[in-house]
């Protein structure tokens, strides 16, 4: 069966440090994988989204980045962290077209509450 | 570009009552219309969708009905219980890759 598997659970951070959050994936292969953000109360905002090593979409400009080093690996990064950074990361995978297909359910992680102070 | 409107933000019910939520959206290629249930401090998750082809859909107490037409599709939770109580996201495949999720609304049941 698939996982997915994000960590750490909660982060906190002081403003200007870096940030890195991983996210791995376990039981399928070339999934598409995305990064949200949820703000307190607030609804989730697609940041990134990846179909494939090495391709990143980004949906919003700021001062994040994501990488996809490997198939089922997905991390989101930061030079240096602002207090508005602060909020609920969640990270999530689906299937692609032929494996699944436009039908195809999204799994997310558990979430990493980011904390900037 | 893909858009998900969702509302009501909010939404407070007695136990046993009806909830109905609804979201619009607006790429007419869209086929595929799922509902996420988030409980507080996890990720969300699938608990009911609807393909294109299809009006209406029941799982016990839960359904999705959906008018291609109009470009909406609504989530029907009868005999409300207090586990209800979380927060409702409708999606969008917004062109396949993407996955585009509409504002969310906070469903209260009160015993």
């Known amino acids: 069966s698939q996982t997915i598997h994000q960590w750490p659970a909660t982060l906190v951070q002081p403003v200007g440090s870096p940030l890195s959050l991983e996210c791995t994936v376990e039981g399928t292969s070339n999934p598409n994988l995305y990064w949200y953000r949820q703000a307190a109360g607030r609804g989730l905002q697609l940041l990134f989204y990846?179909?494939?090593?090495?391709?990143i979409s980004s949906e919003v400009p700021q001062n994040l980045s994501a990488s996809r080093p490997q198939d089922r690996q997905f991390i989101l990064s930061s030079k240096k962290l602002l207090l508005s950074d602060s909020g609920f990361y969640l990270c999530?995978?689906?299937?692609?077209?032929?494996?699944?297909?436009?039908?195809?359910?999204?799994?997310f992680g558990q979430g990493t509450r980011l904390t900037v102070v | 570009g893909e858009n998900v409107e969702q509302h009501p933000s909010t939404l407070s019910v007695q136990e046993g009552d009806s909830a109905v939520i609804k979201c619009t959206y607006s790429d007419s290629a869209s086929n595929y219309f799922p509902w996420y249930k988030q409980e507080l401090g996890k990720g969300p998750q699938l608990i009911i969708d609807?393909?294109?082809?299809?009006g209406e859909k029941k799982d016990q107490r839960i359904a999705v009905t959906l008018n291609k037409t109009a470009k909406h599709f609504s989530l029907h939770i009868t005999e409300t219980q207090p586990e209800d109580s979380a927060v409702y996201f409708c999606?969008?495949?917004?062109?396949?890759?993407?996955?585009?999720f509409g504002a969310g609304t906070r469903l209260a049941v009160h015993p």
């Open positions: 999606a969008d495949h917004g062109g396949y890759n993407k996955l585009i």
């Open positions: 999530a995978w689906r299937s692609t077209p032929g494996a699944g297909g436009s039908f195809a359910e999204a799994f």
């Open positions: 609807i393909r294109s082809n299809v």
């Open positions: 990846s179909v494939g090593i090495g391709q």
